[in-house]
């Protein structure tokens, strides 16, 4: 089973400062890695998938990279409605697929 | 508009039953995979079980195979998950989602129905 590992926990942050979310695999996951946004009592919202792909809708200040077992999501400035729990989850090596711990955003 | 909705949550005992239907609507159900994620209170996202667009094959996380049964008519759009012998431990919202043209990524969620499991 691959393991993916969140970092940092919790991010504390001003609307408009630049956040950076990482995401850790245990064994290469390829490209085959998305992120996922959760608001309080909402169901989870696709992000970005294979590392780099904006879903539908998903704003241009979302930005995903990496490769391999190293990954990273960048919001360039954020916004209120920004402040939200982050979930990254591969699918490269499945059953099962997995997903990290979360990152929960907050406003600082 | 793609919408996902869920039924059939509530409170069940110790070693119950449950059956969830997840009905679809604004896309070609047949033509993607489809599966069910839970989140326990105040914890992160599990994934459960998928099942092709066919039906004809279907994947469990350890922790519910030989427990839970995944499947879907097509013909009425619908998903379904049946939760056998369940466990304290089942407990959470059970969200369906909907696969993308590559399997295994989840494009729309429904808005999610609460298991508790309790005696």
């Known amino acids: 089973e691959i393991v993916l590992t969140q970092s940092p926990a919790t991010l504390s942050l001003s609307p408009g400062e630049r956040a950076t979310l990482s995401c850790r695999a245990s064994q290469t996951v390829s490209s085959y890695l998305a992120w996922y946004q959760q608001k309080p009592g909402q169901a989870p919202r696709l992000l970005i998938y294979?590392?780099?792909n904006r879903a539908t809708g998903i704003p241009a200040r979302f930005s995903g990279s990496g490769s391999g077992t190293d990954f990273t999501l960048t919001i360039s400035s954020l916004e209120p409605e920004d402040f939200a729990v982050y979930y990254c989850?591969?699918?490269?090596?499945?059953?099962?697929?997995?997903f990290g711990g979360g990152t929960k955003v907050e406003i600082k | 508009e793609v919408q996902l909705l869920e039924s059939g949550g509530g409170l069940v005992q110790p070693g119950g039953s449950l059956r969830l239907p997840c009905a679809a609507s604004g896309f070609t159900f047949s033509a993607y995979a489809m599966s069910w994620v839970r989140q326990a209170p105040g914890k992160g996202l599990e994934w459960v079980s998928t099942?092709?667009?066919?039906?004809?094959?279907?994947y469990y996380a350890d922790s519910v195979k030989g427990r839970f049964t995944i499947s879907r008519d097509n013909s009425k759009n619908t998903l379904y998950l049946q939760m056998n012998s369940l466990r304290a431990e089942d407990t959470a919202v059970y969200y369906c989602?909907?696969?993308?043209?590559?399997?295994?990524?989840?494009?729309?969620w429904g808005q999610g129905t609460l298991v508790t499991v309790s005696s």
């Open positions: 989850q591969q699918r490269s090596n499945w059953p099962p697929l997995t």
């Open positions: 099942v092709t667009g066919s039906g004809g094959s279907t």
């Open positions: 294979d590392t780099s």
């Open positions: 989602a909907k696969g993308t043209a590559a399997p295994g990524t989840f494009d729309y």
